[in-house]
């Protein structure tokens, strides 16, 4: 009898190729659209003809197709999160939180109550399985799409039962082959990242909608005022468009953030840097990790050389701070190891 796989369909061509991979070889899939976010969007997901577009591939690859609705689970997990940390100076990464809580907890166990064998998905990764017998997220052959690093936090559980088929392709090379199978969405553009944040207004609209934002001063390292921000909570560690500040001898970057007395410190690209990093809320692919590894902070970003330790990552070199709330996700070479939120 053949694995029952649920599959996530969002709609977008990536979760469609998946689908369709996964039933020509010979699983029994049957599709599901996750419905998330109920405001105002234009990101290109969550939206109704989302769930249609999902619907006719379904059609089309001959599935079943259904929708749930995790909604109230989104925003206690995701939305909010998104707010607090936000009101208390961090720089949050919702899909992360989305891929923790929803895509891949309450997903997951929600296959497991219907009595699926897996589940799948559409995103650019690869399940490694080691010569322990032990499992690993991996890389995705195309380095530009690669989504391991939004996927750092799946335990062995999980990466024992999911699948990705999309992760040996190549974005150009999947378009085609949704081209080549006549798949409805083959040439619908990609969504940006975050659902729920609105290009025309964006985090600005939607903060200052759930409890207001605060204004702010910005001073020098030595105390001198030089400009002010409309909102504290807007600014990230590391930011430097966007200051407004003239006159200065040497491009200025936000140093130091404090939302307590609504200061925003600004310094030269050295003031930036350090040769350590805080974390907190490790999670591992197998067991704890201490000793040397690649450490990325972004989900596009470059991988650096450092030293995992209890709570803390030691760069080899002096890197610039990473802003409280982003995670830093850990490598074996293309093999994640586990990840932690900075501080």
């Not at 350090?274 to 990325?296: K, M, N, R, S, Y």
Request: hydrophobic letters at 40%; one cysteine or more.
């Amino acid at each position: 009898m053949a694995e029952r796989v649920l599959v996530g369909m969002s709609g977008g061509v990536d979760s469609s190729v998946a689908a369709a991979l996964l039933v020509e070889q010979g699983f029994d899939v049957v599709g599901v659209t996750m419905k998330l976010w109920g405001g105002e969007s234009d990101s290109g997901c969550c939206s109704v003809s989302d769930v249609d577009d999902a619907r006719w591939v379904a059609n089309q690859l001959g599935i079943e197709h259904h929708v749930f609705n995790f909604g109230d689970e989104f925003n206690e997990h995701v939305v909010n999160p998104f707010v607090d940390t936000h009101r208390t100076g961090g720089t949050p990464n919702p899909c992360i939180e989305c891929n923790r809580h929803i895509k891949f907890d309450l997903f997951f166990d929600r296959a497991s109550v219907l009595g699926f064998d897996r589940i799948a998905t559409g995103h650019y990764a690869r399940i490694a399985t080691l010569d322990d017998g032990t499992f690993r997220m991996q890389r995705s052959i195309d380095p530009l799409k690669d989504q391991s690093y939004v996927l750092h936090m799946l335990g062995q559980d999980v990466l024992a039962r999911v699948l990705l088929p999309i992760g040996g392709w190549h974005k150009p090379d999947l378009r085609a082959e949704a081209e080549r199978r006549g798949l409805v969405t083959a040439g619908k553009p990609d969504s940006q990242d975050v659902c729920f944040i609105t290009k025309d207004g964006g985090r600005e609209d939607f903060l200052a909608a759930r409890g207001g934002l605060t204004p702010g001063v910005i001073l020098t390292e030595d105390g001198k005022q030089v400009g002010e921000v409309p909102a504290t909570e807007l600014v990230t560690i590391g930011q430097r468009k966007g200051l407004n500040v003239s006159g200065m001898s040497e491009p200025q970057f936000v140093v130091d953030v404090n939302l307590q007395e609504s200061i925003v410190t600004i310094g030269p690209r050295r003031s930036l840097q350090d040769i350590e990093t805080g974390f907190t809320q490790p999670v591992w692919a197998h067991e704890p990790f201490t000793g040397d590894a690649l450490v990325q902070a972004s989900a596009h970003g470059t991988a650096f050389p450092a030293i995992v330790e209890f709570d803390r990552v030691v760069w080899h070199k002096n890197r610039d701070r990473i802003a409280p709330g982003q995670s830093l996700v850990f490598y074996d070479n293309d093999l994640v190891i586990g990840g932690a939120i900075a501080t």
